[in-house]
């Protein structure tokens, strides 16, 4: 990961894989620990082109984001709807993204059900972009949706997926408990023989 600033105790964050894994893959964790770096405009610029060159069922791109950098009163109303266990961590990202889904085709407006997954690839594509850059973000589902939708002012055809917070890393060591142990805490996969299976059927 380029002009990363993983500290040593962070490490543990970085993936211990039985295969090659690419770089990146392995460095990307939902991280808590956000510096007061700013993220500038080419970066966030570059994040989000990344996210749309993911794959979407017939290139719907169903994928919108609305964002808020740190300071702006936006950035406050969106991080007064996250949850309890969000809010603390979260107050020290840099950009608070809220991930949107359009539900319908646009040419048919027949149901789109691939939706949710195509903007799941483009957070994926985010996430991986900005870990690339040295920059971590923190998918979140723990929000009050009536309150947060409400404040977007989303369309009629639009469902809010979750909300991404984007930052630098800062040490973990300047969290408050619980965050502090869960941002020192190494992370775990299940085995592939528990989730991959060839030749055999289920
Ligand atoms: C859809 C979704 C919702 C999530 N919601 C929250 C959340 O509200 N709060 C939180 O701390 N983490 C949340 N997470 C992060 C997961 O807990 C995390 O991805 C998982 O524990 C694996 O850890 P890693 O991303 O560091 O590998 C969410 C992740 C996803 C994909």
């Not at 970066?43 to 984001?65: G, H, K, V």
């Amino acid at each position: 990961m380029k002009e990363t600033t993983i500290s040593e105790a962070q490490q543990v964050k970085i993936a211990t894989t039985e295969n090659p894994v690419h770089q990146v893959i392995r460095e990307r964790w939902s991280a808590r620990s956000f510096s007061n770096q700013p993220i500038t405009q080419q970066e966030l610029d570059t994040i989000f082109e990344a996210a749309s060159w993911a794959p979407s069922s017939m290139n719907e791109q169903p994928w919108m984001y609305v964002y808020a950098t740190k300071g702006s009163p936006v950035f406050d109303a969106m991080w007064n709807t996250l949850m309890a266990g969000n809010q603390p961590w979260a107050k020290n990202a840099a950009v608070l993204i809220a991930s949107l889904s359009r539900k319908n085709h646009m040419n048919t407006g027949a149901a789109n059900k691939y939706n949710w997954y195509d903007v799941g690839s483009a957070n994926q594509n985010l996430l991986l972009q900005a870990a690339s850059m040295g920059i971590l973000g923190h998918v979140m589902g723990g929000f009050r949706r009536s309150d947060a939708e409400q404040l977007i002012q989303l369309p009629e055809d639009m469902e809010l997926v979750c909300f991404i917070a984007l930052g630098h890393l800062a040490p973990a060591e300047e969290l408050e408990e619980p965050f502090r142990s869960r941002e020192l805490t190494p992370r775990n996969r299940n085995p592939l023989s528990t989730f991959v299976f060839q030749d055999k059927l289920l």
